[in-house]
């Protein structure tokens, strides 16, 4: 098959469009022939060494295509599925468990399913799973106009939650029509002084952002990071809580995320389509941090 692989960290230069050997699912794996896969910043972050993994690797977590074999129950050849591909999804082929994804509704392209299964249950479990939300409460989203931020602005909405969105003001409208009550740009305002009374803060963008989202949360409130050291002792000194959230995959959550977007409750951006082969680009737009929604690479 035909694969993107890197031999060795570094600039996009090291992404490498190649021949590589198929995978052979196992008991309880499917073999599914992608056809769309997405960039999440996980990938790049890896790519240039900031996680421990073995090479050669295939990168992307992300995929959707059809069950090309099966060695599990519940999935049959032939039938389109997305989900988490933990052993690479920059690739014609991938593998996958029957825990970690889902049947790929028909009224969902293989593009959008593709765009969901991280930053979709990463959303849902920092809101809910970890931050309790519940209607009524305050959400403050940071980086609301990203990957993962557009879709907690529309999650928290659903749930009935007022949503505060922040991030640069050519986001602004974008933000507040996905459902966002207020939004705070970051390059005027400074959001730990516009901003009070949150019951569930979520960080997507780390950095001097993580630190200052803790004078905004209420006491009892949580800060659910997935960018950078949770401040833990700030946020105990405010009667709070801070924590780091590393997403566990769920077919039950995938499926409940995409009957929402084929439904039409919650729309899913992607900002680019580009194809497998121009994987240095899509790193390269990911990576620049301005990207809205998801950038996603037909296979």
Request: charged fraction near 20%.
């Amino acid at each position: 098959m035909q694969a993107v692989l890197i031999h060795e960290t570094g600039g996009p230069d090291v992404l490498h469009y190649e021949e590589a050997e198929r995978p052979e699912p196992g008991d309880g794996q499917v073999l599914i022939r992608v056809h769309a896969a997405a960039v999440n910043p996980t990938d790049w972050k890896s790519r240039r060494g900031l996680s421990e993994m073995r090479l050669p690797a295939v990168l992307g977590r992300d995929a959707s295509g059809t069950v090309e074999v099966s060695r599990a129950e519940g999935f049959a050849e032939g039938e389109d599925v997305f989900g988490y591909v933990p052993g690479g999804g920059y690739a014609e082929f991938a593998l996958a468990s029957a825990d970690t994804i889902a049947n790929k509704p028909a009224a969902l392209s293989h593009e959008q399913a593709a765009a969901l299964p991280v930053a979709g249950m990463t959303a849902w479990q920092a809101l809910f799973d970890r931050g309790g939300l519940t209607r009524g409460q305050t959400a403050l989203i940071a980086g609301a106009a990203g990957g993962v931020g557009h879709l907690a602005v529309q999650f928290a909405k659903l749930a009935g939650a007022r949503v505060i969105g922040t991030g640069s003001s050519r986001n602004r409208d974008f933000v507040l029509g996905l459902g966002a009550d207020e939004y705070v740009d970051y390059t005027e305002q400074d959001v730990s002084q516009a901003v009070s009374g949150v019951d569930v803060a979520f960080d997507t963008v780390g950095g001097d952002t993580t630190e200052s989202l803790v004078p905004t949360l209420r006491e009892g409130g949580v800060l659910i990071t997935i960018a950078s050291a949770p401040p833990e002792e700030a946020a105990r000194a405010r009667g709070a809580s801070a924590q780091l959230l590393v997403m566990s995959p769920s077919s039950e959550q995938l499926t409940r995320i995409a009957e929402l977007v084929a439904g039409g409750e919650v729309r899913v951006e992607i900002s680019e389509v580009l194809p497998l082969t121009d994987v240095q680009r899509a790193h390269e737009l990911s990576e620049s941090g301005h990207t809205r929604g998801k950038i996603v690479l037909t296979v």
